[in-house]
């Protein structure tokens, strides 16, 4: 099983990115974006389940939004009106299914760097 991300890169704030993860070896349930910026710890962004329902964090709400593409097993984030804070390494990672529920499988990131 490989999750691999890409669509990192520079921009300017008020800029927009989009971020894919595209799963190899399973399909899972729910998937989810987490984020680790310099000297931080990882935090979580944004989740998505199979029938689509979404979860943000506050900090991301209204300016993000994950999707996903059951054809080609992949998940997106589409990043809007980003600034400098939003600025780190994003994660893809996807859900164990119950009992565990834990995020076990975890892409390499991919750096986003957001210049004021």
């Known amino acids: 099983v490989q999750l691999q991300a890409s669509g990192g890169g520079l921009v300017q704030a008020g800029g927009s990115l989009n971020l894919s993860c595209a799963a190899y070896g399973r399909t899972f349930s729910t998937m989810g974006w987490f984020r680790q910026a310099p000297g931080k710890e990882r935090v979580f962004v944004a989740t998505i389940d199979w029938s689509g329902s979404t979860v943000y964090a506050n900090s991301v709400k209204g300016r993000f939004t994950i999707s996903r593409d059951h054809a080609k097993n992949t998940v997106y984030l589409q990043m809007n009106s980003l600034k400098p804070e939003d600025t780190a390494v994003y994660y893809c990672?996807?859900?164990?299914?119950?009992?565990?529920?834990?995020?076990?499988?975890w892409g390499q990131g991919t750096l986003v760097t957001v210049s004021s």
């Open positions: 990672a996807a859900l164990t299914p119950p009992p565990r529920m834990e995020y076990d499988y």
